[in-house]
């Protein structure tokens, strides 16, 4: 999935501007200024659109957890490295949002997909594991859109 998209996907959950969204990405260890944010928001077929890096998103998704559990210890910012999957995505956010299985089941329930906790699970093993599975670009999409259903009490 685009990064853009997850960035617009999470910015309508937490209900915040481009300053808020900047911020987060600070807090993971990069930087980041509202206009680049609001850039980063943009559509690709409007003017003043920009890409948003792996490296970006990966200092977003770890400035969410800071953001939404507080700092671990005194622990400095991880480095940003790698590319950033959508099995990355998955992982960091039910983090952020503290989700066991049994609440990534019901959301995913919610958006009309029906998944057993042993298919969850296989998402979130690291990819040179036999059981491991790829987080496709539907799921994760149903899933932000259900997840911004389950946190803003949005009926079923």
């Given at each position: 999935m685009?990064h853009?998209?997850?960035l617009?996907s999470?910015?309508?959950i937490?209900?915040v501007?481009?300053e808020a969204?900047?911020?987060?990405v ?8 509202a206009?680049?944010v609001?850039?980063f928001l943009?559509h ?7 890409a948003?890096?792996d490296?970006v998103m990966?200092s ?9 559990r507080g700092?671990?210890g005194?622990a400095a910012?991880?480095?940003a ?11 960091k ?6 989700l066991?299985?049994d ?7 919610r ?6 906790k042993?298919?969850?699970s296989a998402?979130?093993r690291d ?8 987080c496709g670009?539907?799921f ?5 859109r259900s997840?911004a259903?389950h946190?803003r009490?949005?009926p079923?």
């Amino acid at each position: 999935m685009i990064h853009n998209d997850v960035l617009r996907s999470v910015r309508y959950i937490l209900n915040v501007g481009d300053e808020a969204l900047a911020t987060i990405v600070r807090l993971g260890g990069a930087q980041a200024t509202a206009a680049e944010v609001s850039a980063f928001l943009r559509h690709e077929h409007e003017s003043g659109y920009q890409a948003c890096s792996d490296a970006v998103m990966a200092s977003f998704l770890d400035g969410l957890i800071v953001h939404r559990r507080g700092p671990k210890g005194s622990a400095a910012p991880r480095p940003a490295g790698g590319t950033v999957t959508n099995n990355t995505v998955l992982k960091k956010l039910r983090v952020a949002f503290e989700l066991r299985d049994d609440d990534l089941v019901a959301i995913m329930k919610r958006a009309g997909f029906a998944v057993s906790k042993p298919e969850l699970s296989a998402l979130f093993r690291d990819p040179s594991h036999g059981n491991f599975r790829t987080c496709g670009d539907q799921f994760l999409r149903n899933f932000l859109r259900s997840l911004a259903a389950h946190l803003r009490g949005a009926p079923p």
